[in-house]
Every structure is written in C-alpha cells, then in structure tokens.
C-alpha cells in the first residue's frame, strides 16, 4: 500500500534520495539551466514536499511549488532506484495532482531538461498528458529546458 509522508527531510533515506537527485540534475543540466531545488530550496512556504512509501520502503519523492492564484510547478519528483521502470513515477505523478486539487490549483507546470538524459521524464509527462507551454513563472526561454503544463479537474 502506498503511504505519503509530508516533509519528512530528517529522514535519512529521503535525504539521501533528493541529494542523489540534486548531483544528478546538476550534472545533467549546463551551468545555469539546472533548476533543481536543494533541501533548504524545498522547505519555503510556498512549497509541499512528499516522500513516498511502500511497505516501508522509499518508492519516490515528489513536490509541489504555489506559483500563480490556481497555478503550481511540480519540483523534485524521483523515483527509487529499487522502483525504476516500473511504473512508480505515475504514482508520484498521481499523487500531486491528487494533492493540488485538494489545493484547488487548477493548473500544473512543469521545468524539465531538453537534454537526452531527461527523455524518461519528458515521456512520463507526455504520457499524464502534459503539453508543451512558453516559460512560466520565473523561468525564460533556454535551449536546455523544456516547459510543460496541464489543466486539472478539481471535482
């Protein structure tokens, strides 16, 4: 069964997972296009964090950004390296949605990578039915990320 745990950065397997993904997207991404968020990045006002188990085990992590009056950014979603290809990353997906319409956020975008490394994220956001947008938020225009968004039915 898949539990959710908001917060929870002092948990050592969450904070190990975000660091790996933190020097990953770092790494990924040209200097000044990574937009990946550091522990103390996710813990603003303006952001929810989630970790996400299965049977006590860490599956994933993912958060969700209040941008806009309706509009909020996903940030940091990883999946495990023990619960890759396996489907677990529409779980996480499943899970903010489900969280912003509790927040009644209408609207949801994302910032990803155009480079090849990011191409499992791209499709996973293809596949829930994100579209491609211009930059939002804060973001501009840069040959090395993509922008994606979705409207969501709060019923």
Known sequence: M???????????E??????????????????????????????VSSIKFWSLWQDEMLMGCGALKFLDEGHGEFKSIRIHDNFRRMGNGINVINHLINEAKKLD???????????????PARKLFNKCNFL??????????????IYLTKQIDND
């Open 105 to 119: 956020i209408k609207k949801l975008s994302i910032e990803t990578g155009a480079g090849d490394f990011f191409i």
């Open 14 to 43: 969450v904070h190990e997972l975000l660091i790996k993904h933190f020097i990953e997207l770092r790494a990924a991404s040209p200097e000044g296009s990574a937009h990946v968020l550091d522990i103390p990045g996710l813990k």
């Open 2 to 12: 898949l539990k959710s745990i908001e917060g929870n950065f002092d948990n050592q």
């Open 132 to 145: 491609p947008c211009a930059p939002f938020a804060h973001y501009k225009l840069d040959k090395n990320s």
